[in-house]
């Protein structure tokens, strides 16, 4: 659906202009991030004119929570897919949610407001989807902790998760630096930090 670079748009042929203008709009995520949404410049992908794409979405707000919302499904499929978190082992939800945020950087942002924050305060589709992201990580905790610190523990989780996410995205790490063996390091960090059960009561 995107064009050659400084040629004309391509025009559009099949059915489904939703998703296409969907698809482009991810393509200029990935160019530009957040801030390169542009409904007239997603239509001129695709081959249409800008008031074709609003019989699709109300506006610019609609289309980045359509974004956002196609991001934390996948971002939760990603999630799903990891290896299973054997006695509450936590890296490989981690590595999947981090692996994740490096292949779609632009999304990534999006889908966390950058630039529509007020569009997706409002939105219970993003609240939702947000939540099953996080419950992936609360599940993981379920076998290592009692029930009370759960919430806690997982909010720990997910805001080193994101936080490293957002630093791997922004380059803010040695250019030598193997990102994966980076990202397993932190995770061990944090389990370390996390005893079970039967450790907090051998200290006692």
């Given at each position: 659906m995107t064009t050659a670079e400084n040629g004309p748009p391509a025009r559009y042929h099949h059915g489904d202009l939703r998703n296409a203008l969907l698809e482009a709009g991810r393509v200029l995520l990935e160019e530009g991030g957040p801030s390169a949404l542009s409904i007239r410049e997603?239509?001129?992908r695709v081959g249409v004119s800008a008031p074709a794409a609003y019989h699709h979405f109300s506006g610019l707000d609609d289309i980045a929570v359509a974004l956002a919302e196609q991001g934390f499904a996948e971002l939760a499929e990603r999630l799903q897919a990891a290896p299973s978190n054997v006695n509450g082992q936590l890296a490989p939800?981690?590595?999947a949610y981090?692996?994740?945020a490096r292949d779609n950087p632009g999304l990534y942002r999006l889908m966390f407001g950058e630039g529509f924050g007020g569009a997706f305060a409002a939105d219970d589709r993003i609240r939702a989807l947000r939540s099953q992201a996080y419950e992936v990580l609360k599940d993981?905790?379920?076998r290592r902790l009692p029930a009370g610190e759960i919430g806690t523990a997982a909010l720990f989780?997910?805001?080193l998760t994101h936080g490293l996410a957002l630093l791997m995205i922004d380059g803010q790490?040695?250019?030598g630096t193997d990102p994966?063996?980076?990202v397993a390091a932190v995770l061990r960090l944090s389990g370390k930090g996390l005893p079970t059960s039967a450790e907090r009561t051998d200290s006692v």
């Open positions: 997603i239509a001129r939800a981690g590595m981090i692996a994740f993981g905790l379920s989780l997910w805001s790490f040695d250019p994966d063996a980076l």
